[in-house]
């Protein structure tokens, strides 16, 4: 498979839209889950899977030690 290069732009609230390319060759839709995969500084986007979504649900109820109203207000903005 050759390269394929696309490009985003981010918005103030940090959001950028994934380019059509992009969608079609991870086979995006509205509605569904990504997920950003990060080793040695570089970034891999893959559209999450049920068993990548079941286990995030699984482990959200150990994450609590994060939900405080501070923690809200700090990371309000990514």
Known sequence: MGQLTATSRL???YQATIPRPVRHVL???RGD????????NQVRLR???KTDLEY????EPT???WSS???????RDL
Do not use: C, I, P
């Not at 109203?69 to 990371?75: I, L, P």
């Open 63 to 65: 994450l609590s030690e």
């Open 27 to 29: 086979g995006l839709h």
């Open 11 to 13: 918005t103030a609230k």
């Open 69 to 75: 109203r501070h923690d809200e207000e700090s990371y």
């Open 47 to 49: 559209k999450m899977g």
């Open 33 to 40: 889950r990504v997920a950003f995969v990060v080793r040695n």
């Open 56 to 59: 995030a649900q699984a482990l």
